[in-house]
């Protein structure tokens, strides 16, 4: 997988929406470590769900794989689901509108490499579980889901938007998916996301 410092600019994809990088690991550089809380967990639980900027192929978990060429895929038991990690990324959307993006395998860095993701990107996940995020974040992201240019973007920005504020997206998307002129990808990952509420 790609290195990323912690807290660095977002340029992994030509996704319009994340601001800051974490949890971009490589097994040739130190990273923090330390317990994070169960509230924070099964936030992140709940973001691992609902994928943005899914992928193709997919990373395997490079420390698992230390003896063995290529790398070990990952899965991880959630709610009673198994999912497969290393495809996709999470966002977490401070109070103050900033986006950080982490490989989903951020799930399982923390939960069995002991990694501890920055105080912010914690804060985040817990405040966006909590629906603590900035209005104005909430409308760049309904913005997004309008106007953004690429397909992946308006997904991802809906995704983040029923995470954050499922309250005030819930019926706007359900109607937007149901119109005629709604692009299929769209539907179809909207859709399974409101299946997961």
């Known amino acids: 997988m790609t290195y990323y410092r912690d807290l660095s600019k977002y340029v992994y994809s030509e996704s319009a929406i994340p601001d800051m990088n974490v949890g971009w690991l490589s097994r040739w550089r130190l ?27 997919g990373h395997p978990c490079h420390f698992c794989s230390a003896l063995r060429l290529g790398g070990v895929a990952v899965t991880a038991r959630i709610f009673e689901v198994e999912y497969r990690l290393g495809s996709a990324e999470i966002h977490a959307i401070s109070r103050n ?8 395998l951020i799930y399982h860095y923390i939960d069995r490499h002991g990694y501890r993701p920055p105080g912010e990107f914690v ?32 997904v991802d920005a809906a995704i983040d938007l029923i995470q954050v504020s499922p309250a005030s997206s819930v019926n706007w998307l ?4 149901e119109l005629p002129s709604c692009h299929f990808y769209f ?3 909207v859709k399974v996301a409101l299946q997961l509420l």
Do not use: T
Not at 97 to 104: R, W
Not at 124 to 140: L, M, T
């Open 187 to 189: 539907r179809r990952r």
């Open 123 to 154: 804060q985040a996940i817990i405040d966006g579980g909590e629906g603590k995020v900035h209005k104005s974040a909430i409308i760049r992201l309904r913005e997004m889901v309008e106007d953004a240019p690429r397909m992946e973007d308006r």
């Open 97 to 104: 509108g900033e986006v950080f993006s982490a490989p989903n």
């Open 31 to 57: 990273f923090a470590g330390g317990a994070v809380s169960s509230e924070f967990m099964e936030v992140l639980a709940s973001q691992v769900r609902m994928p943005r900027n899914q992928m193709r192929g």
């Open 174 to 177: 359900s109607e937007i998916v």
